[in-house]
């Protein structure tokens, strides 16, 4: 089984900065990409920044300039630095990444379970 586990949400003022992180464990073979989304209450789910394994990372442009998606493949793990915080950056956010189990497998999508970030004096 594979897991994605994500940890540093919390409460944060505006003008503040958390750090989240997540870390993928379980059967693991290969991960491909590796992002991080955000859900707002009434929203839709959205991209904040993916992490491919090939190529640029990219953001959405509502975070540009603000947050840093880095990877670390040797501990399979994904962080988002998110300076300058804003209300509208309030969501849970969600890990994800594209993993293969086996090799030669073809990879899927596994998800964390979220973790909140509230914005707010």
């Known amino acids: 089984q594979v897991q994605l586990v994500e940890s540093g949400g919390g409460l944060v003022q505006p003008g503040g900065s958390l750090r989240l992180s997540c870390a993928a464990s379980?059967?693991?073979?290969?991960?491909?990409?590796m992002g991080w989304y955000r859900q707002a209450p009434g929203k839709q789910r959205e991209l904040v920044a993916r992490?491919?394994?090939?190529?640029?990372?990219n953001y959405a442009d509502s975070v540009k300039g603000r947050f840093t998606i880095s990877r670390d493949n040797a501990k399979n793990t994904v962080y988002l630095q998110m300076l300058s915080l804003k209300p509208g950056d309030t969501a849970v956010y969600y890990c994800?990444?594209?993993?293969?189990?086996?090799?030669?497998?073809?990879?899927?999508?596994?998800w964390g379970q979220g973790t909140q970030v509230t914005v707010s004096s």
């Open positions: 992490f491919p394994s090939v190529g640029r990372t």
């Open positions: 379980g059967m693991i073979f290969g991960i491909r990409d």
């Open positions: 994800n990444a594209e993993i293969s189990v086996t090799r030669g497998g073809y990879p899927r999508d596994y």
